[in-house]
């Protein structure tokens, strides 16, 4: 799962060459995001058999199943009404379920962050991760306004499209 997640860096680099039409900066911390969550607290045997990271690692792949194949359908320029619903419909709530999950899943590393914090270090490592737990929770929520409002969009012009025929 890790290497699979490492190279989801790749969607930076579609986007920049622009294969894929979306925003680089949401995309980019979203990977990173990701990639954190697995380097930071995944990585730590006693979190590794937690049902929070099966769940986490369920519901991350759950939101590429919606978004891969409605993307190369776009691609390919056969854009297919469902899909575009189920992307822009189903993935909302599932990425709160998402985030709210990658929160606990942070919550329950605390612990085990402490001891191998450094004495030596101003600041540690749980208070780095509480601050995450504060940004995860305002970028959250501006993503799933962002959200709404291309669903808004998407749909909207899909079916005015689609009225026009």
Same mark, same amino acid.
């Given at each position: ?5 490492? #190279? ?7 986007? !920049?060459?622009? =294969?894929?039409?979306?925003? #680089? ?11 954190? #969550?697995?380097?930071?607290? &995944? ?18 792949? &759950? ?9 190369? #359908?776009?691609?390919? /320029?056969?854009?297919? =009404? ?9 993935? &909302? ?15 329950? !590393? ?6 191998? !914090?450094?004495?030596?270090?101003? &600041? ?24 709404? $409002? /291309? ?11 689609? $009225?026009?025929?």
């Amino acid at each position: 799962m890790s290497l699979c997640q490492l #190279l989801s860096i790749l969607e930076v680099f579609h986007i !920049a060459d622009g =294969i894929e039409k979306a925003r #680089l900066l949401p995309r980019f911390i979203q990977v990173m995001e990701k990639n954190i #969550l697995l380097i930071m607290v &995944i990585m730590l045997e006693e979190i590794q058999s937690k049902p929070v990271v099966c769940a986490q690692f369920f519901l991350w792949n &759950i939101l590429d199943l919606l978004r891969y194949p409605h993307e190369l #359908l776009c691609v390919m /320029e056969r854009p297919s =009404i469902s899909m575009l619903w189920l992307r822009y419909s189903l993935w &909302i709530p599932l990425y709160i379920l998402s985030v709210a999950n990658e929160g606990v899943t942070v919550y329950q !590393a605390m612990p085990y962050m402490e001891p191998s !914090a450094s004495s030596s270090a101003y &600041i540690h490592l749980p208070f780095l991760l509480m601050l995450y737990l504060s940004l995860l929770t305002v970028g959250a929520s501006l993503t799933v306004w962002q959200l709404l $409002k /291309e669903r808004k969009h998407h749909l909207e012009k899909r079916f005015k499209r689609k $009225k026009k025929k």
